[in-house]
């Protein structure tokens, strides 16, 4: 079973690029998130969506766009990357938001030069 | 604010030797929830347990054994006999907010098992 699968695992961009992190998941859950995890700290939510149709922004929503395309996709977007959203990003998934363990991906390790 | 605060940020130990992950959280919420999860040196992140607000009943699986104390708001988790392979950051991370929350992790332990 892939579980959650991101692409890609690692991306280097120039500040002012752009580009879309891919997430995508086969458990059929509701729920799904991106989180961001710099060095000594634990993760924190960028965005969520509690359900197909559905997003919310977390505790660090700027610089990034979210899009549920369905039930299984959920893609995080940095329209003009910033060395300060060097990070690695994870996506995860749970049957709902409440009460449920989160799933996560491998994580993709991005670089903004 | 609620929050969660894992005041140990690195242990080391030797195999064999038991350990405890303590594990510290703020809640006025009523209902809550509370996980522990492993990232090994690999870099995933490994669900290892939940447990609801209503449940204090401690649980043991395998070495792993996590002790919920609300009346002190910790939720915290022994290795027992300690192996190389349980090196990782740990992460406490509390759930609250109900339908509308989300998972609040804490900094993270980082434990060494050194053979």
């Known amino acids: 079973n892939a579980g959650v699968t991101q692409t890609p695992k690692f991306q280097v961009l120039k500040t002012g690029q752009s580009m879309t992190l891919q997430c995508a998941q086969d458990?059929?859950?509701?729920?799904m998130y991106w989180y961001r995890q710099d060095p000594g700290m634990g993760l924190r939510l960028i965005y969520y969506?509690?359900?197909?149709?559905?997003?919310d922004k977390g505790e660090v929503p700027n610089g990034y766009n979210v899009s549920r395309l369905n039930k299984r996709e959920f893609s995080l977007r940095l329209e003009s990357a910033a060395p300060s959203q060097t990070s690695v990003y994870f996506c995860?998934?749970?049957?709902?938001?409440?009460?449920?363990?989160?799933?996560f991906g491998d994580g993709t390790r991005l670089s903004i030069l | 604010a609620q929050k969660v605060t894992q005041a140990q940020t690195e242990i080391s130990v030797v195999e064999k030797e038991d350990v405890t992950l303590d594990c510290v959280y703020e809640?006025?919420?009523?209902?809550?929830?509370l996980f522990w999860y492993k990232q090994p040196p690999s870099g995933e992140l490994v669900f290892l347990i939940r447990?609801?607000?209503?449940?204090?009943q401690n649980e043991i699986s395998g070495r792993y054994s996590w002790n919920f104390q609300k009346s002190t708001s910790s939720f915290n988790f022994t290795i027992t006999a300690s192996q190389v392979v349980d090196s990782a950051v740990y992460f406490c991370?509390?759930?609250?907010?109900?339908?509308?929350?989300?998972?609040?992790f804490g900094k993270g332990t980082k434990l060494s098992v050194k053979p």
């Open positions: 995860a998934s749970s049957a709902t938001v409440e009460g449920q363990p989160q799933h």
């Open positions: 458990m059929n859950h509701n729920s």
């Open positions: 969506s509690a359900s197909e149709g559905t997003t």
């Open positions: 809640t006025r919420d009523t209902t809550y929830y």
């Open positions: 447990r609801n607000s209503f449940d204090e």
């Open positions: 991370a509390p759930l609250y907010g109900g339908s509308q929350g989300n998972l609040i």
